[in-house]
């Protein structure tokens, strides 16, 4: 495994990284094809994974918080 610097931060990163882990700039395995390749060109910013999993972390437990205040709402009626 080869370690290259992030041209953004400089940080040593894996040059099969799809993203820098410090600051997301895309790595060189962002140019094949992808999620969060995707997803960063859809943004239009630099998305990393932590980012994806952490939005759709947060979605999930909204929902999941949601699905149980309608239970009980509907529970006292």
């Known amino acids: ?18 993203a820098c882990p410090s600051c997301g700039h895309p790595g060189r395995a962002a140019d094949r094809h992808g999620v969060v390749p ?6 239009g910013t630099y998305v990393s994974a932590n ?16 699905a149980v205040l309608i239970t009980l709402i509907l529970a006292h009626r």
């Open 38 to 43: 995707a997803l960063s060109r859809v943004a």
């Open 51 to 66: 980012a994806v999993t952490g939005a759709i972390l947060g979605s999930v437990m909204f929902l999941s918080v949601a």
């Open 1 to 18: 495994m080869v370690l290259v610097p992030c041209p953004a931060c400089d940080h040593r990163v894996s040059e099969k990284a799809f």
